[in-house]
């Protein structure tokens, strides 16, 4: 049950595309087409953005967008905006009621 | 609206038990499963333990594998989470989440759980 690997932390100014990866084993992310993302503000319960690979819930903007390569997922953030400014983490379904998280990545909006 | 409450969290000393619970409303509690995931003061997002929704099946990670049980009661729409031989590592502020297929659509805001002496 090793955690997924993410960037500590990644930047980009309003406006821009920022991409987080999250690299998993062959135990999780790469045998798993369940790998989700959850954003999370300050103080705040996490936040689901993406599941399933790349499908996002109602409610999420169409500037997070989500792909996998691999055993490495991808986060896309496209027209970076102020309050996206939070920490993202993925996930991996990895059976029988397992999961693993990513370390987390802080995203800065400059 | 679906609504998660988690309850129970407070201080408790090394080698000390605490029962978290867990009310949900707004969906029908047992055809989900649900899961718990904790998240030590300022690190980052831990899974914990996860149940199937007729609560038959349930798995830990390995770092409370042991210690931790998880259940729930679907004619109270109540999770829990027995937890045993705390030690100051499971300080952390533990969530209580709905499992929509395999990813967690709705969280609640957490309870703080304090393992010190």
């Known amino acids: 049950q090793s955690a997924l690997t993410q960037p500590r932390s990644v930047s980009g100014s309003p406006g821009q595309s920022v991409t987080i990866s999250c690299t998993g084993t062959?135990?999780?992310?790469?045998?798993?087409?369940?790998d989700s993302w959850y954003q999370q503000h300050p103080g705040k319960a996490p936040k689901l953005m993406i599941y399933d690979v790349n499908k996002r819930p109602s409610g999420v903007p169409d500037r997070f967008s989500g792909s996998k390569s691999g055993n490495t997922a991808s986060l896309t953030i496209s027209g970076l905006q102020a309050e996206d400014e939070a920490d993202y983490y993925c996930?991996?379904?990895?059976?029988?009621?397992?999961?693993?998280f990513g370390g987390g990545t802080k995203l800065t909006v400059l | 609206e679906v609504e998660v409450l988690e309850s129970g969290g407070g201080w408790v000393q090394p080698g000390g038990s605490l029962r978290l619970s867990c009310v949900s409303s707004?969906?029908?509690?047992?055809?989900?499963?649900m899961t718990w995931v904790r998240q030590a003061p300022g690190k980052g997002l831990e899974w914990v333990s996860g149940i199937s929704g007729v609560g038959d099946t349930t798995d830990y990670a390995d770092s409370v594998k042991g210690r931790f049980t998880i259940s729930r009661d679907n004619s109270k729409n109540t999770l829990y989470l027995q937890m045993n031989s705390l030690g100051v590592e499971d300080t952390a502020v533990y969530y209580c989440?709905?499992?929509?297929?395999?990813?967690?659509?709705?969280w609640g805001q957490g309870t703080l759980v304090t393992v010190s002496s």
């Open positions: 996930c991996s379904y990895a059976g029988s009621y397992t999961w693993v």
């Open positions: 062959s135990s999780d992310v790469d045998n798993s087409n369940y």
């Open positions: 707004g969906f029908t509690f047992s055809f989900f499963a």
């Open positions: 989440a709905k499992v929509r297929a395999m990813d967690f659509d709705y």
